[in-house]
C-alpha cells in the first residue's frame, strides 16, 4: 500500500485533488493532524487494507499543530520502516490564490489579528517551503481547469501506485509566455525563434491542431533541425533521469499566445515520446483561452 501525502498552499485546490485521489480509489483523510500520521499508516497496515493508497491533507489548518520539521521526521521514520510516503505538493501564484479567496468569500486559515490576505499568503509560502522543497510531485494549479487537476492528479496515482520498472511519464505542456512560465516544468523550450503562423490572415485563427497550421510549422527547415535536436536531446536525458530515480519529467514549450507554434511543438515531442516508449500526457494550457480572444474579437 502506497501513501500519499497532500499539502501546499491554501487555495490551491487541495479539498478537489483529495476528492480526485479519492474517486480514484484511495482511501483519503482530510486535515490530518501530522502527529496522527503514524497511527494511520498503523491502523491501515494492521487492518489489511487493500486499497491501492491511501491520502492525507496536511496543511496549516492544523494551526500549532503543524510542524514541517515534525512532518519530515515522520516520513523519515515511515520510510524507515518500509512504509513510503510520497509528498504531493499543490502550490498556485499569489495573483491566483487571493482572486479564488475573493471569488469564496472565504478567509485564509492565517488570517485575523490584522494580518491581510497578502500577507497571509506570504506567511505560508514560506512555511511551507522546506515542504515544497522535498515534494515528490510539484503541481501548479494556477491555470489548470479542475479536470486538467484531476487528469494530472491521474497521473500521478497511476505512477505511485504502479511497479518500480514502469517506464518514464512525460507531461509535455505547451504555454504562451504572455501569460507566464509554467512553474512545474523541467525542461522548457522557447520556440518563438520560428516563422509565426499568427501573422498569415488564412492561419492566423487555426491553432497548432490545425494541418494547415501544423505543415506551416513543421515543413520549416529551422523547425526540421529543432526537431531532430529536440529528439536527440530527450533521447539522451531519459535514461540518465531514470538512473538517478526520476520517475516523471514535465516538459514545456512556449510561444507567445501558446496556440500556433508551441501547440504543433508539443504535438511532435509527445509523438516521438511515445515511439521510444514514454507514457505520454498532453496538454496545451493557452489554446482554450486563445481561441475564446479569437472569437471576442470575430463579434466585435
Given at each position: ?277 514514454c507514457v505520454v500526457q498532453l496538454?496545451?494550457r493557452d489554446l482554450e483561452v ?11
Amino acid at each position: 500500500m502506497r501513501y500519499l501525502l497532500l499539502t501546499g498552499m491554501s487555495g490551491a485546490g487541495k479539498t478537489l485533488a483529495l476528492r480526485d485521489l479519492e474517486d480514484l480509489g484511495a482511501f483519503c483523510v482530510d486535515n490530518l493532524p501530522p502527529s496522527m500520521i503514524p497511527g494511520l499508516i498503523r491502523s491501515c497496515e494492521s487492518t489489511g487494507m487493500t486499497r491501492p493508497a491511501a491520502a492525507f491533507s496536511v496543511d496549516v489548518r492544523s494551526g500549532a499543530l503543524f510542524d514541517p520539521i515534525g512532518i519530515h521526521r515522520l516520513i523519515r521514520d515511515a520510510n524507515q520502516l518500509e512504509q513510503p510516503v510520497e509528498i504531493i505538493f499543490l502550490e498556485a501564484e499569489d495573483d491566483a490564490l487571493v482572486s479564488r479567496f475573493k471569488e469564496t468569500r472565504r478567509e485564509h486559515p492565517l488570517c485575523g489579528d490584522g494580518v491581510t490576505l497578502t500577507e497571509a499568503i506570504a506567511r505560508e509560502r514560506a512555511l511551507l517551503q522546506p515542504l515544497r522543497e522535498s515534494a515528490d510531485y510539484l503541481i501548479d494549479t494556477t491555470h489548470l481547469t479542475s479536470r486538467a487537476l484531476q487528469k494530472r492528479l491521474k497521473a500521478v496515482f497511476d505512477e505511485c501506485t504502479g511497479s518500480e520498472d514502469e517506464p518514464m511519464h512525460a507531461e509535455v505542456l505547451s504555454f504562451g509566455f504572455k501569460r507566464g512560465l509554467p512553474r512545474q516544468a523541467d525542461l522548457v523550450f522557447d520556440v518563438r525563434f520560428l516563422p509565426n503562423p499568427f501573422y498569415i490572415p488564412e492561419l492566423c485563427r487555426h491553432s497548432g491542431q490545425d494541418e494547415d497550421v501544423r505543415d506551416f510549422v513543421m515543413d520549416h527547415p529551422t523547425t526540421q533541425v529543432f526537431m531532430q535536436k529536440i529528439r536527440d536531446m530527450l533521447s539522451f536525458l531519459l535514461p540518465h533521469y531514470q538512473e538517478e530515480g526520476k520517475r516523471r519529467l514535465v516538459i514545456a514549450v512556449g510561444c507567445t499566445g501558446g496556440a500556433h507554434r508551441s501547440v504543433a511543438i508539443a504535438e511532435a515531442v509527445a509523438a516521438h515520446l511515445r515511439e521510444i516508449g514514454c507514457v505520454v500526457q498532453l496538454e496545451h494550457r493557452d489554446l482554450e483561452v486563445e481561441q475564446s480572444r479569437w472569437n471576442r474579437v470575430s463579434e466585435e
